[in-house]
């Protein structure tokens, strides 16, 4: 892995491996360093989410809840943990936590909204809430020192988690998530952002 001081002029992705989950280390132009948390299952395999049946959670496999919960929760806290002493060491240093908007109770706790209509999910979208809930927490801990905390919501994008029934190029996904890698010094800590603004938690 790269460090922090030696960060090049040209953005440069690099992987990190870890036990449960991954994080991509990126060094920007501005010599920010960022921790961008994209690593992330569904438990219901590579499936169009309107098919999940097996997250429906009066019947869901509670092994499964789990396995998703291990790797879109406890792993963010593992590696976040595991790279915060070279972030400190970055001038701008960022953390992007890449959610979802199924994590947010506002928009699927609304009867009339487009949320409502989805598949109800006991394993997914309550560790994607979760995962908005922690980034407010690192958000609250690490205001102090200057790290800037949030959490995405890319869309529905073209990939295999959803066996390729997003709408969304992998591009206009990640078009967020590299905006609130990049923040400014006065950019926002402990939010929550999809990419025409802010969502509600
Ligand atoms: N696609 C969407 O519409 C959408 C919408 C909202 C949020 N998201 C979120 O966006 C992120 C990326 O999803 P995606 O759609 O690109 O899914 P994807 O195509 O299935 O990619 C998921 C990535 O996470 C990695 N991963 C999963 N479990 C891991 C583990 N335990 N350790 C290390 N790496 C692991 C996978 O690596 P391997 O291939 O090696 O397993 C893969 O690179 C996820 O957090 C997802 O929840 C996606």
Redesign the pocket.
């Known amino acids: 892995m790269q460090s922090a001081a030696s960060c090049s002029a040209t953005p440069r992705p690099i992987p990190l491996f870890a036990p ?3 994080a991509t280390f990126c060094c920007s132009p501005s010599n920010s360093s960022c921790a961008g948390h ?4 569904t438990g219901s395999g590579q499936v169009d989410p309107a098919d999940a049946r097996d997250q429906i959670p009066s019947t869901v496999d509670l092994d499964m809840v789990r396995a998703v919960f291990e ?2 929760v406890f ?1 963010v806290i593992a590696v976040t943990n595991a790279v915060l002493p070279l972030l400190r060491r970055s001038p701008a240093p960022r953390i992007v936590n ?1 959610s ?1 908007h199924a994590a947010s109770l506002t928009l699927t706790s609304d009867p009339d909204g487009p949320f409502a209509a989805l598949l109800p999910s006991a394993a997914y979208s309550p560790s ?1 809430t979760a995962l908005c809930a922690l980034t407010v927490q690192y958000a609250n801990e690490l205001r102090k020192d200057g790290v800037l905390v949030n959490a995405v ?5 073209d ?4 066996n390729h029934t ?1 709408f969304l190029t992998v591009a206009q ?1 990640a078009a967020v998530v590299v905006r609130l890698a990049t923040l400014g010094p006065d950019g926002p800590t402990a939010g929550f952002f999809a990419e025409d603004g802010p969502l509600p938690w």
Not at 38 to 41: E, F, M
């Open positions: 449960v989950t991954s994209n690593a992330g299952i790797t879109n792993g890449v979802s994607k919501a890319p869309g529905f994008v990939t295999d988690s959803n997003g996904g």
